[in-house]
């Protein structure tokens, strides 16, 4: 059960990590709390038998790290909702340019009654 309660913590904090410098960091704080939970039975288990190891410390730490990185993130960045309309005359022109692309091709009508399948 430490072991596995291990393998999850350093699992989730790995993930936690990953998440924490991505754009989507909100989302590492779901694997950061499953890391802390998961660390903290596997300290407590391992506390009983009296060998407390260090990729346990080592979890925690980056959990903590990934943590202070999703907040810093969360404080400190603004998020702006620049011109849309611009968005939408490229997403029209490129429609368009598909549609002329499509148009221009010569493509030969094929009977399928005709053909034998094999």
Do not use: C, R, W
Request: net charge negative; glycine share 2%.
């Amino acid at each position: 059960m430490k072991q596995l309660s291990t393998i999850i913590a350093v699992i989730a904090s790995i993930f936690a990590i990953v998440f924490s410098v991505l754009p989507i960091s909100n989302l590492a704080i779901l694997p950061a709390i499953i890391a802390l939970v998961f660390g903290y039975i596997a300290y407590y288990l391992s506390k009983k038998t009296g060998q407390v190891k260090k990729i346990i410390q080592f979890t925690f730490f980056l959990t903590i790290i990934s943590l202070s990185i999703t907040i810093y993130k969360a404080i400190f960045t603004n998020t702006e909702v620049g011109n849309t309309q611009e968005l939408i005359n490229k997403e029209n022109a490129s429609k368009d340019e598909a549609l002329e692309e499509l148009e221009s091709l010569d493509i030969e009508e094929i009977d399928f009654e005709e053909a034998t399948i094999e």
